[in-house]
């Protein structure tokens, strides 16, 4: 069963090879880049790891204010449709309500199917299109979702 961990600076080559594994050439985030989003104000990242213990998937999320940001998603070809990138959502939506985001918004590419149904049936709505704004040439769809607020909880 593919579990998370949060993802530090020391995981930025970790991240950066997911990436490579995940997007196209021309998409793909080096260890730097990595490291560098990690350490901007507002940003976490996780981790999905497999049943048999190896990296799958990542997050990065960004918390603004009253709103939340997903930089980057993906999961492994090999691991895909298996619940990692549902749970990888799940918590990065969850750990910004945390942060006081009201909303979470996103990029994903016009035809890529796959990740439109997960935002669909995760309660996202188009909001907006950015043209061409893939190497490829290629549209994204700018996706938003309300988040429910979670309570403080007493230590």
């Not at 579990?3 to 995940?22: D, G, M, N, W």
């Not at 990542?58 to 980057?72: C, F, Y």
């Not at 619940?83 to 985001?101: F, I, K, M, T, Y």
Request: proline letters at 5%.
């Amino acid at each position: 069963m593919t579990h998370l961990i949060p993802a530090t600076i020391a995981h930025a080559s970790v991240l950066a090879a997911l990436h490579e594994a995940v997007f196209p050439p021309g998409e793909r985030w080096s260890a730097a880049a990595m490291a560098e989003q990690l350490g901007l104000p507002g940003t976490f990242g996780l981790l999905a790891i497999s049943a048999l213990e190896t990296p799958c998937g990542l997050m990065l999320a960004r918390v603004a204010a009253d709103q939340a940001e997903i930089l980057t998603l993906g999961v492994t070809p090999i691991q895909r449709r298996q619940g990692a990138a549902r749970l990888l959502l799940q918590q990065a939506e969850h750990r910004a309500a945390q942060a006081g985001a009201v909303a979470m918004f996103l990029e994903v590419a016009k035809r890529n199917n796959a990740a439109r149904l997960l935002y669909d049936r995760s309660g996202y709505r188009e909001v907006g299109r950015r043209r061409r704004y893939y190497l490829s040439g290629e549209d994204a769809l700018v996706l938003k979702r309300d988040l429910t607020p979670v309570a403080a909880t007493a230590c």
